[in-house]
């Protein structure tokens, strides 16, 4: 299987910048489609950003669409999403998520291993 651990979370002004990176373990995620999702206190889990298995193909929310980059580097087993343009409404513990189970890149269910979480706190 394969283990999942966020990082690059932090506090953060509006407008600021941060990258988030997903290193995974166990086993190559070279042939996985991966996810970013988001979840504020008292808010379901949101999708964030999807890349296909080569990155060939990516998919964004639109509220970050534009101003966050979705990438992987599969010989470093490891996925990173680039945010700028930062706004307090980004706040939240960000997951990242391997091996979606269909063609959905946004619903949390299709997804089989996810990270623990890394917090982004942007304020005001």
């Known amino acids: 299987q394969v283990q999942l651990v966020e990082s690059g979370g932090g506090l953060v002004q509006a407008g600021g910048s941060l990258r988030l990176s997903c290193a995974a373990s166990g086993r190559t995620i070279s042939g996985y489609p991966m996810g970013w999702f988001r979840q504020a206190p008292g808010k379901e889990r949101e999708f964030v950003a999807g890349?296909?298995?080569?990155?060939?193909?990516?998919f964004y929310v639109d509220s970050v669409k534009g101003r966050s980059t979705i990438s992987r580097n599969n010989a470093r087993n490891t996925v990173y999403l680039q945010m700028n343009s930062l706004k307090p409404e980004d706040t939240a513990v960000y997951y990242c998520a391997a091996g979606s189970r269909g063609t959905s890149w946004s619903r949390a269910d299709l997804y089989v291993y996810w990270g623990q979480g890394t917090q982004v706190t942007v304020s005001s």
């Open positions: 890349i296909s298995w080569s990155g060939g193909s990516t």
